[in-house]
């Protein structure tokens, strides 16, 4: 089963919106990265790629790295 989303690098299209961090977030939860990295790829990558915002990537650092 493919994954189907739109073309752009976030969910949404070109800008990061909430539901990117939602499933930054979520991933961090069960089944974890490597569940999703696996049956999940481009929401994976979606997930990486929402780590590295700015505006939130100290807040998962906290949260999910410590």
């Known amino acids: 089963m493919e994954e189907a989303f739109g ?3 976030w969910l949404l ?3 990061p919106s ?3 961090l939602y499933v930054a977030t ?3 939860w069960r089944p974890r990265r490597e569940w ?3 049956h999940c790829p481009k ?3 979606l997930a990486l ?3 590295e915002l700015p505006q939130i990537a ?3 650092k906290r949260n999910f790295d410590g």
């Open 43 to 45: 929401l994976h990558a």
């Open 36 to 38: 999703f990295a696996a």
């Open 7 to 9: 073309d752009g690098p």
């Open 58 to 60: 100290a807040v998962l």
């Open 13 to 15: 299209g070109e800008q």
């Open 26 to 28: 979520m991933s961090h």
């Open 49 to 51: 790629r929402a780590d």
């Open 18 to 20: 909430a539901l990117d």
